[in-house]
């Protein structure tokens, strides 16, 4: 009977569990793809079963020499480390999901609710969105894949920038 619930969960709520981010894009309409976290980032996500969201990824290598002096209030600071948490609902039909931030370092982020369009394939996650910046479209695509146990892996981050 256990196994039966578990199931009924997952198709409704197929983000459970820990997910590797493995690809960062965003790619101006007519541009070049930009890798704001490297084309190595590192991080998770973390989606609980009880409604928590933690989120945490860097960039690979991470540049820890550059102060972040960026006046863009959805900035990350510092630039090179992007980490928030809430709790979170999902519509799995439709492919929304709503964090409901109470904490991390985009000041602009802190008590909002922030929306993703997402799709889950077998153990891969996909975040996919379109937004406008300084009158250009850019697709921006976040891949992940299911961990399902503790990685024995590492990725290496070299020190310094």
């Known amino acids: 009977m256990q196994v039966g619930v578990a199931a009924d969960i997952s198709k409704a709520n197929p983000l459970i569990g820990t997910w590797l981010l493995v690809k960062y894009v965003d790619t101006p309409e007519n541009g070049e793809p930009e890798f704001a976290f ?6 998770y996500f973390i989606f609980t079963a009880g ?7 860097m960039r690979n290598p991470p540049n820890i020499n550059d ?33 409901h931030v109470q904490g991390g370092n ?23 969105e379109t937004y406008m910046s ?13 961990e399902s146990a503790p990685s024995r892996r590492s990725r290496r981050i070299p020190n310094g920038g």
């Not at 490297?38 to 991080?43: A, R």
């Not at 209030?73 to 928030?84: E, K, L, S, T």
């Not at 000041?107 to 889950?120: E, G, S």
Request: one cysteine or more; charged letters at 20%; hydrophobic letters at 35%.
């Open 38 to 43: 490297g084309k190595e980032p590192v991080g």
């Open 51 to 57: 409604g928590h969201v933690a989120f945490s990824m």
């Open 67 to 99: 102060p972040t002096s960026e006046l863009d209030p959805d900035a990350c600071i510092p630039g090179w480390y992007c980490a928030y948490f809430g709790t979170y609902d999902v519509d799995a039909r439709s492919g929304i999901w709503v964090t």
């Open 106 to 128: 985009i000041p602009a982020y802190l008590n909002t609710d922030q929306p993703r369009h997402f799709k889950v394939s077998g153990d891969t996650l996909v975040v996919a």
């Open 134 to 146: 300084g009158g250009t479209r850019v697709n921006a695509e976040r891949v992940f894949v299911r």
